[in-house]
């Protein structure tokens, strides 16, 4: 059974940090490409960061760049997000979510596997 469980999620100050941890089971979860996709109330999900199978590939939407990291540790199946300097604007329920192909889909469409999400509120 394909399990993605997203966990860190909070709610936190602006300018303040959280660090998101998405732990993988039930496929093979070193072959796949690993992202965050995000979604606030009244809005469509949007993707925020997407890494590589092996870790040496990352994109990043504009929104999100220089402020989070992803990373990812294949012998633990599990892909982390570390958020830092948050702002209001970052609130929303965060998924991870495992595509395998051999480029970076920034497209939630082409995603194989969802977890449930974990929310972050930032307060201003």
């Known amino acids: 059974q394909v399990q993605l469980v997203e966990s860190g999620g909070g709610e936190v100050q602006a300018g303040g940090s959280l660090r998101l941890s998405c732990a993988a089971s039930?496929?093979?979860?070193?072959?796949?490409?690993m992202a965050w996709f995000r979604q606030a109330p009244g809005k469509e999900r949007e993707f925020a960061v997407v890494?590589?199978?092996?870790?040496?590939?990352?994109r990043y939407a504009d929104s999100v760049t220089g402020r989070f990291t992803i990373s990812r540790d294949n012998a633990k199946n599990t892909v982390y997000l570390q958020m830092n300097s948050l702002k209001p604007e970052d609130t929303a329920l965060y998924y991870c979510?495992?595509?395998?192909?051999?480029?970076?889909?920034?497209?939630?469409?082409?995603?194989?596997?969802w977890g449930q999400g974990t929310q972050v509120t930032v307060s201003s």
């Open positions: 890494i590589s199978w092996s870790g040496t590939s990352t």
């Open positions: 979510a495992a595509h395998i192909n051999t480029r970076l889909s920034l497209e939630a469409g082409e995603y194989d596997y």
């Open positions: 039930g496929f093979a979860f070193r072959l796949y490409n």
